[in-house]
């Protein structure tokens, strides 16, 4: 896809969600500001309670208490705010225009239903503008999902029990396009699967994602999953968004030492397979570092960092870093 020709789908901004616990209030999406576009393959990646899953809630509208959006905004190109919609224009919005592949979705279908009326009744229930076709139909456009998802016919009079995990999350991509959304959330859809079970739901979700022309925001811990998927990908760190860019970039140019860390710990056939990890503690939410969330862990950490948090800004054409390394080299007197 050209620069020239991207079209945006959904404009988050400034999107603040809280997390409101007896011991303070945890801020696990931070001032996240993220453009999508139609029809592309983004990835979200970051270490275990960066904020992941919350955005992509908060997106759907699904956070629950002691959650809560404090703030910001997430519009669609119809200029459709997602985060402003009343409780019967989200139901509307979910699965026509946003649908989500959980996290754990194995665990998502209803274990005392036939696959086949799972996905009749998500299609009856989601619209609601029209009346119902006759079950013949109903039952015609479930099998004709769940061929475009690689499973067969007779998957439709199955229950959830006597599928193996690659059908079941195959099944919940079926769900997920049955109302052929324009924007497809996927949670670590692959991380409970062994490896080639993995790669084909990824082939899948690919096939799809290219046919309905829809844009899929996935969400993975795993580094080199995501450089065969997407497209252009965001790396978080404590709710904050802080860094994006066009895979290729990030992955043989990341700007955020965070982001290097990340990148240098994926195994390789040099280090044979030896998981580096990232030095120091994990960021506690409840009690977050002054100034840059990184700085305790950063190997490149300067006095300032822990006085002044750093803001995304374009570091290299469509490269976006938060780090006070770019921003001092920005505020440097020309000389
Ligand atoms: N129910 C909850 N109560 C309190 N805090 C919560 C709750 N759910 C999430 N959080 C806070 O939100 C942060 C982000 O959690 P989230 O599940 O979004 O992380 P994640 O990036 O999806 O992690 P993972 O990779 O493990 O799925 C957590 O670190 C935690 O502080
Ligand atoms: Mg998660």
Redesign the pocket.
Same mark, same amino acid.
């Given at each position: 896809m050209s620069k020239a020709d991207k079209e945006v789908l959904l404009a988050i901004r400034n999107l603040e969600v809280h997390?409101e616990?007896r011991r303070g209030i @945890?801020r @696990?999406v931070n001032e996240v500001d993220l453009t999508l576009y139609k029809g592309e393959r983004f990835g979200l990646v !970051?270490?275990? &309670?960066? !904020?992941? $899953? $919350? +955005?992509i809630l908060a997106l759907l509208r699904m956070i629950k208490t002691? !959650?809560l959006i404090a703030g910001g905004s997430a519009t669609l190109d119809d200029g459709t705010d997602l985060i402003q919609l009343d409780r019967e224009q989200v139901r509307q919005a979910r699965l026509k225009r946003v649908a989500m592949v959980p996290?754990g979705a194995m665990n998502s279908l209803n274990p005392v239903m036939r696959i086949g009326e799972q996905l009749m009744l998500t299609m009856r229930e989601h619209a609601t503008d029209r009346p119902s076709p006759p079950k013949a139909a109903q039952l015609e456009r479930a099998i004709e999902l769940l061929a475009k998802v690689g499973l067969k016919p007779e998957v439709a009079r199955l229950y959830p029990h006597e599928l193996s995990g690659g059908m079941k999350q195959r099944a919940c991509i079926a769900q997920a396009i049955s109302l052929n959304p324009q924007l497809i959330l996927a949670d670590?859809p692959t991380s409970a699967l062994d490896v080639v079970v993995q790669r084909q739901i990824m082939q899948t979700l690919r096939q799809l994602q290219h046919q309905l022309n829809a844009t899929v925001l996935l969400?993975g811990?795993d580094m080199g999953l995501m450089a065969q998927f997407a497209e252009r990908v965001g790396i978080?760190y404590g &709710?904050k968004l802080v860094e994006v860019g066009r895979v290729e970039e990030i992955f043989h140019n990341p700007q955020h030492p965070y982001t290097q860390l990340l990148i240098s710990s994926i195994p390789s056939f040099e280090t044979k397979g030896e998981f580096k990890g990232i030095p120091g503690v994990a960021l506690s +939410?409840l009690d977050p570092p002054s100034g840059c969330l990184f700085h305790p862990r950063c190997p490149e950490s300067m006095p300032q960092c822990s006085q002044r948090a750093p803001i995304l800004q374009t570091v290299a054409p469509d490269h976006l870093a938060s780090c006070l390394l770019h921003e001092e080299v920005a505020d440097a007197p020309a000389s």
């Open positions: 997390f616990t @945890a @696990a !970051g270490e275990s &309670g960066s !904020g992941k $899953t $919350t +955005l002691p !959650g996290q670590e969400v811990h978080m &709710g +939410l």
